[in-house]
């Protein structure tokens, strides 16, 4: 798994300019925090789209994972959906991938569910995160099957679709390494989730 951090630069970015042409008074938490959002979404994946240019040949690239976690939070769970299930298709076999730093900084774009784990995390070791640790990062195919799980229970899917999402969690987990702790987890809680309501589903049939 290749591990690449990045320094995002938002001068002379259109939404810095749209925020700096309102006046103070014009703009309440609320759409100041959706801008800086949708900016740190933008230079994500512009990001992502150099990283595709210059590193495709020694690793699998998705450039939509940032987006995916951006819909999702707004709610738009079937457009998170498709994003996030073609991100999957693209990772779950590939040879090498990237990951997503979990810093206060790139967390706010994530779920409740990660960000209380990886809180957790924290509480039981303040010192996990130190260096290059499994605690640290989580791999962009973790994060768009936790997408693509949390958005199929949304929408109520089939059993047969979930299940064919439990066989895409156990290979991803076995992808991982013992160490990958995030990783490992995350993927751990959304596969008891869709065990979850794949139970009740099938009890309710009864």
């Known amino acids: ?22 006046l103070p008074s014009e703009l ?4 100041l925090v959706e801008l800086l959002q949708k900016s740190a979404v933008q230079h994500l994946t512009t990001y992502r789209h150099f990283a595709l240019r210059d590193f495709s040949s020694i690793a699998t690239i998705v450039t939509t994972y940032s987006e995916a976690m951006y819909v999702y939070k707004r709610g738009d769970y079937q457009q998170c959906l498709q994003l996030s299930t073609q991100n999957v298709h693209a990772l779950l076999y590939a040879d090498r991938t990237l990951s997503v730093l979990t810093y206060p900084e790139f967390i706010q774009l994530m779920d409740d569910d990660v960000v209380s784990l990886t809180a957790l995390t924290l509480i039981v070791d303040p010192e996990c995160r130190a260096g290059r640790s ?15 799980t949390r958005c199929q229970l949304k929408l109520r899917h089939t059993v047969t679709s979930l299940a064919q999402t439990l066989d895409y969690i156990e290979v991803a987990h076995g992808r991982h390494r ?25 009890d309710e049939l009864i």
């Open 28 to 31: 309440n938490t609320s759409d």
């Open 1 to 22: 798994m290749i591990l690449l951090d990045i320094n995002l630069s938002t001068n002379n970015s259109p939404v810095d300019v749209s925020i700096q042409s309102r």
């Open 134 to 148: 499994g605690f640290v990062y989580i791999s962009q195919l973790t994060l768009s099957l936790y997408l693509m």
């Open 178 to 202: 013992v160490e990958s702790t995030l990783n490992r987890l995350v993927l751990e809680m959304i596969a008891r989730k869709t065990v979850t309501y794949i139970t009740r589903v099938l």
